[in-house]
């Protein structure tokens, strides 16, 4: 009998926490203390924390700032795009990608994403093009990542500036190159649910050299307008030396899930990355079958009950309105991934094997109750 029902929850503690416990983040919060730095406008933690993302990322700048809804404007702004110009994005998206195009005084233009990705779709991007088009913003959503070697063919042939939004997939590996690194510039998140976490935050990456210098002008005030603080640098630092290692933990545990919900044809996952890149998950997405007659409320509500993490996925821009932005085509797996997709939370993949095992039980337990219904 499912949770929802009255049965026992397969978890009844429920999800795991997140942030961990981490020893390594708990001493630098007290060194913190201890050294002053946590108060101050200009340490040493904040420096350190950009020396390392620059590093990581193989990029000659890093620039960190308040969030990662941030980053993205501060971004678009430091490419020196014209006024009124047209900024490309997919129609399922984060809707501060949306709102950020706005608040530079851009049109965004919407595209429909690869059904199997949730990414923007290489083949609708082109038609979008037009005399207007001088940027278009890349998102790696959920584990899926964005054709960025044939995005940047395109742009390069075309003239467009490309903003790379590697904020669900930071430490993903695209044909050799961290997440990040191949557009104009790279936007990362540190927001409270994030895989580095700061509860805000966000960076912003390049390795141009007149890019890294706007970034500055953009945020300068007097003093840095974004800030990130001495405090959340200090907790991101040990952080991105286990990324890695992480990341690979999550892999391993989505492959598994992979394989133990092989049979749940009602649920269509996230396509794997191919032979030469690898992904990271925020969040592991599955496409409800429209035809199956399963509500997603309904099965999100009685998957949480069950004590697993599972929520909608993005409202998606399909349905916003023509004065708003320019639609190419009819936006049809846009369309469906806001309405059907369901997304699994990533801290329950750093742990094992049986407990991705119960998660796998909890998805078909409901599945099937909710299919005889």
């Given at each position: 009998m499912p949770a929802a029902l009255g049965g026992s929850p397969v978890f009844p503690t429920g999800p795991p926490a997140w942030p961990m416990e981490e020893p390594a983040v708990r001493e630098a919060l007290l060194q913190s203390y201890q050294d002053g730095s946590w108060g101050k406008y200009h340490g040493q933690q904040v420096d350190q924390l950009e020396s390392k993302l620059a590093e990581y990322h193989g990029v000659s700048s890093a620039a960190t700032c308040a969030s990662g809804t941030i980053a993205v404007e501060i971004a678009l702004r430091a490419l020196n795009l014209p006024e009124q110009c047209e900024v490309i994005l997919a129609a399922y998206d984060f809707a501060g990608n949306f709102r950020a195009i706005q608040a530079i005084g851009a049109r965004p233009v919407l595209v429909d994403i690869d059904p199997?990705?949730?990414?923007?779709?290489?083949?609708?991007?082109?038609?979008?093009?037009?005399?207007?088009?001088?940027?278009?913003?890349?998102?790696?959503?959920?584990?899926?990542?964005?054709n960025m070697p044939g995005i940047m063919q395109l742009a390069a042939k075309?003239?467009?500036?490309?903003?790379?939004?590697?904020?669900q997939v930071p430490g993903a590996m695209l044909d050799g190159k961290k997440a990040g690194?191949?557009?104009?510039?790279?936007?990362?998140?540190?927001?409270?649910?994030?895989?580095?976490t700061a509860g805000r935050g966000g960076a912003v990456i390049t390795d141009a050299a007149d890019v890294a210098q706007r970034i500055k002008v953009v945020c300068e005030r007097g003093n840095h307008a974004y800030p990130l603080s001495e405090l959340q640098a200090a907790v991101l630092n040990p952080q991105l030396e286990t990324l890695d290692e992480?990341?690979?933990?999550?892999?391993?545990?989505?492959?598994?899930?992979?394989?133990?919900?092989?049979?749940?044809?009602?649920?269509?996952?996230?396509?794997?990355?191919?032979?030469?890149?690898?992904?990271?998950?925020?969040?592991?997405?599955w496409l409800l079958d429209s035809e199956c007659g399963i509500d997603r409320a309904k099965l999100c509500?009685?998957?949480?009950?069950?004590?697993?993490?599972?929520?909608?996925g993005f409202r998606g821009f399909a349905k916003r309105p023509d004065k708003w932005c320019r639609k190419v085509g009819d936006l049809r797996y846009s369309r469906a991934a806001a309405e059907k997709t369901v997304l699994l939370h990533h801290p329950v993949l750093l742990q094992d094997e049986e407990t991705i095992g119960k998660v796998a039980i909890a998805i078909k337990r409901v599945i099937s109750h909710l299919m005889k219904k």
């Open positions: 199997t990705t949730w990414c923007i779709d290489l083949n609708q991007l082109e038609q979008a093009i037009n005399s207007s088009t001088k940027a278009v913003i890349v998102s790696h959503l959920h584990g899926g990542l964005a075309h003239g467009l500036k490309v903003v790379e939004d590697a904020c690194t191949t557009g104009d510039v790279g936007v990362f998140s540190f927001g409270g649910s994030k895989l580095l992480r990341n690979k933990q999550r892999n391993l545990s989505v492959d598994l899930l992979r394989t133990q919900l092989d049979e749940v044809c009602e649920l269509k996952p996230i396509a794997k990355a191919n032979d030469s890149s690898s992904t990271t998950f925020y969040k592991f997405a509500d009685w998957l949480r009950a069950e004590g697993v993490a599972i929520d909608p």
